[in-house]
RNA sequence: GCCGUCGUAGCUCAGUGGUAGAGCGCAUCCUUGGUAAGGAUGAGGUCCAGAGUUCAAUCCUCUGCGACGGCACCA
């Protein structure tokens, strides 16, 4: 006797071993028709695994999480199955279900085409129709080694061969294609239904190494139904809607040229949003306690050879030769705060000292890396270092994660995920730093009472770092600031404080940036904001529109009062109907239209009407001005 | 950097081996209007750059530059 327990309490008995699919059956033939897979105490498997033993058991069907990433592995399976139909001397690699979808790596000679796409899917759906049971085998490691061989499939026979001797392999069968695969599976391709759709070709390097051959990616979405995959196609849409580089020429922010790829033009009413970045931070530092420098853009390489940077990232550095000497345009701006740090004698009571720079840097980014707003190669970074003794680490971080996490607020960004990155691969100092460094950041996210989640071996080469990921409007994620504990750098470059017992001492040195870059910030702003900026961040914060001649002198007078009191505003005396004027600076996301017409003139009124909405608000001039200018004034101003 | 696609008016994009088009925008004129496009006329192009094939290249080939989608990278 076996008994089943299911999810909602009730247990059921069975004479002997049983599947899923029995269970199911058992359950209900509704049940049964619906079903994908099981979990059974916990672990996903196939439907038509046997169970043996007393366990829970879900059963898996179409509205679950479980059962979407079975439909996007399967739907990685059939598309590699179609491939090998139409394209037999293609070569299978691997095939794993991703967000939102799934994707397939090929090796072939030649690329796919667009077209090959369409009749790939179009086989796909055959395959579907077909309804294949999808079965497993158990093989022996170098049986499967040999069986991949056979067919030529020289990926596949290197991944198995990989694994363990003597391990069992699990192969998946459908009809005539045969694949590794760690499972489960859906019991058949029928079970995939119509909602899929292939969207992408790349190229993907084999076990995603540059130093490997290409192989040829298709990626493709998979949803549970037509509704779903129709709420996904539309959310890209939405986010094309959203993508800064389009709404950066629409809105006439800024501009990117060739002779000067992966740099920004700011266009007056950008660089009015990027100075309003920057004072907004400015006024927060100042209030936080942090003084403010700047230094040089072009020093010599000696200094990012002492700092370590040389070595490791010499190649990404922009270089100048002039008097027989090598500068570099500084990449980052830590080693020249050091050198302001080194200036006379610091005493303990000078830490801990926070020091904060608009840092203007340059990289040489490959150029695939190259990406709008979000990755260029001059950027400024609201970059600060605080030097402190290890005593006031957790303190400075606590008091970092609460300055960070109400500026995101400012933005609207609330729902912040928090990720501790330790020790990386390649890094300098020695493992007793870097467990000192790991041990006292986690003791200060502790006790800044955050939560996080582990980001192991992504720390920077120096130190482990807490990164601060914001979350848009539209669920996508960002990673912005960064908290960085660094025991190498005060060592390498010789920074020293004299403490309370009269001897030197090494300070610790807090890496941290809030926006990040100030470029990339401006950019995800932008998305988040579809454009339509808050009051305070908008370029122009409202227009001023006759509706006939007769109000332009009130108009003038009305624009000139706003601009008078520090709103940044538009005259539109164009002549054009208050339709068109309406749908233009909508279009433009303009906060705020206020219309002046024969009626107005005659009263010194306006007729405020908001973006988007659909009714005016009739204020006296003076009314107007003031409650505009409360209602526009910036956080922490 | 690697794979693929692309580069035509300010923008979005058609098009052709015989030097080119639309919509929007822009300019001028008519129109003075009440909350998402009033009408007419007009200007505007080294078809990314260089080399090659050809009687002839914006179109075909090669090289370079840049953009886009991924991959790799991201102090």
């Not at 570099?328 to 926070?354: E, T």
């Not at 840097?361 to 490959?366: G, K, Q, S, V, W």
């Given at each position: 006797?076996?008994?089943?327990?299911?999810?909602?309490?009730?247990?059921?008995?069975?004479?002997?071993?049983?599947?899923?699919?029995?269970?199911?059956?058992?359950?209900?033939?509704?049940?049964?028709?619906?079903?994908?897979?099981?979990?059974?105490?916990?672990?996903?498997?196939?439907?038509?695994?046997?169970?043996?033993?007393?366990?829970?058991?879900?059963?898996?069907?179409?509205?679950?999480?479980?059962?979407?990433?079975?439909?996007?592995?399967?739907?990685?399976?059939?598309?590699?199955?179609?491939?090998?139909?139409?394209?037999?001397?293609?070569?299978?690699?691997?095939?794993?279900?991703?967000?939102?979808?799934?994707?397939?790596?090929?090796?072939?000679?030649?690329?796919?085409?667009?077209?090959?796409?369409?009749?790939?899917?179009?086989?796909?759906?055959?395959?579907?129709?077909?309804?294949?049971?999808?079965?497993?085998?158990?093989?022996?490691?170098?049986?499967?080694?040999?069986?991949?061989?056979?067919?030529?499939?020289?990926?596949?026979?290197?991944?198995?061969?990989?694994?363990?001797?003597?391990?069992?392999?699990?192969?998946?069968?459908?009809?005539?294609?045969?694949?590794?695969?760690?499972?489960?599976?859906?019991?058949?391709?029928?079970?995939?239904?119509?909602?899929?759709?292939?969207?992408?070709?790349?190229?993907?390097?084999?076990?995603?190494?540059?130093?490997?051959?290409?192989?040829?990616?298709?990626?493709?979405?998979?949803?549970?139904?037509?509704?779903?995959?129709?709420d996904y196609l539309h959310r890209l849409e939405e986010a094309e809607r959203r993508d800064h580089r389009r709404l950066g020429r629409e809105m006439e922010l800024f501009h990117f040229q060739d002779e000067a790829s992966g740099m920004v033009f700011w266009h007056p009413k950008g660089w009015t949003l990027y100075r309003l970045l920057v004072d907004y931070v400015r006024r927060k530092l100042d209030k936080a306690g942090y003084v403010e420098v700047n230094t040089p853009q072009l020093v010599d390489r000696t200094l990012w050879e002492a700092s370590g940077h040389w070595e490791k990232f010499?190649?990404?550095?922009?270089?100048?030769?002039?008097?027989?000497?090598?500068?570099?345009?500084?990449?980052?701006?830590?080693?020249?705060?050091?050198?302001?740090?080194?200036?006379?004698?610091?005493?303990?009571?000078?830490?801990?000292?926070?020091?904060?720079?608009?840092?203007?840097?340059?990289?040489?980014?490959?150029?695939?890396?190259?990406?709008?707003?979000?990755?260029?190669?001059?950027?400024?970074?609201?970059?600060?270092?605080?030097?402190?003794?290890?005593e006031q680490i957790t303190a400075e971080a606590a008091a970092f994660c609460e300055l960070a996490l109400g500026m995101y607020r400012d933005f609207g960004f609330t729902d912040v995920a928090i990720k501790f990155a330790d020790r990386p691969p390649g890094r300098a100092g020695s493992d007793a730093v870097w467990d000192r460094a790991e041990a006292a950041l986690e003791a200060a996210a502790e006790a800044a009472g955050i939560g996080y989640t582990l980001n192991p071996g992504d720390g920077a080469f120096y130190g482990p770092k807490l990164d601060f990921v914001l979350r848009d409007a539209i669920g996508r994620e960002w990673q912005c600031g960064t908290f960085q504990v660094d025991f190498v750098l005060p060592e390498r470059l010789d920074a020293s404080y004299v403490g309370e017992d009269g001897e030197r001492h090494r300070p610790v040195m807090l890496h941290r940036a809030i926006l990040g870059s100030i470029e990339r910030f401006a950019g995800i702003l932008i998305e988040h904001y579809a454009g339509r900026f808050p009051l305070w961040l908008a370029p122009v914060q409202a227009v001023v529109a006759t509706i006939t001649r007769d109000g332009d002198a009130f108009a003038a007078e009305a624009a000139e009062s706003l601009r008078a009191a520090g709103l940044r505003v538009e005259l539109d005396t164009s002549n054009e109907k208050i339709g068109y004027k309406v749908r233009l600076h909508s279009v433009r996301k303009v906060p705020l239209l206020l219309a002046v017409g024969k009626r107005e003139a005659a009263d010194r009124t306006v007729s405020i009407r908001r973006l988007g909405g659909a009714d005016q608000e009739v204020l006296a001039l003076d009314e107007a001005v003031a409650r505009l200018v409360a209602e526009a004034s910036p956080p922490a101003a």
């Open positions: 006797m076996i008994s089943i327990t299911l999810p909602d309490g009730s247990v059921r008995a069975f004479d002997g071993a049983v599947s899923g699919a029995d269970i199911a059956a058992a359950i209900g033939p509704g049940l049964a028709a619906a079903a994908l897979a099981m979990r059974a105490d916990g672990v996903l498997m196939d439907l038509k695994a046997v169970i043996d033993s007393d366990a829970r058991v879900e059963i898996v069907t179409g509205d679950s999480e479980d059962a979407l990433e079975l439909i996007r592995h399967d739907a990685a399976h059939v598309m590699a199955e179609a491939v090998k139909e139409l394209y037999p001397e293609t070569q299978v690699t691997i095939g794993p279900a991703i967000e939102n979808g799934f994707y397939y790596d090929f090796a072939r000679p030649t690329p796919f085409t667009p077209e090959d796409l369409e009749a790939i899917e179009a086989r796909m759906r055959e395959i579907v129709e077909r309804d294949e049971p999808i079965e497993r085998e158990l093989w022996d490691r170098d049986e499967a080694v040999t069986l991949f061989e056979k067919m030529g499939e020289r990926y596949k026979a290197e991944i198995i061969a990989g694994i363990p001797s003597g391990e069992a392999i699990a192969l998946y069968r459908q009809g005539d294609f045969v694949d590794l695969c760690r499972g489960p599976h859906l019991p058949s391709t029928g079970k995939l239904g119509k909602a899929f759709k292939l969207t992408k070709l790349a190229g993907a390097y084999w076990r995603g190494d540059s130093n490997n051959e290409m192989l040829q990616r298709i990626y493709g979405t998979a949803w549970a139904d037509k509704k779903q995959l129709a010499g190649e990404h550095m922009f270089t100048i030769e002039a008097d027989d000497r090598t500068l570099a345009l500084k990449p980052m701006n830590c080693p020249c705060h050091v050198q302001i740090f080194r200036q006379g004698i610091k005493s303990y009571r000078d830490l801990p000292l926070r020091m904060a720079e608009f840092g203007s840097c340059h990289r040489d980014e490959p150029s695939g890396a190259l990406h709008g707003l979000m990755r260029v190669r001059a950027f400024t970074q609201d970059d600060a270092h605080i030097f402190c003794t290890h």
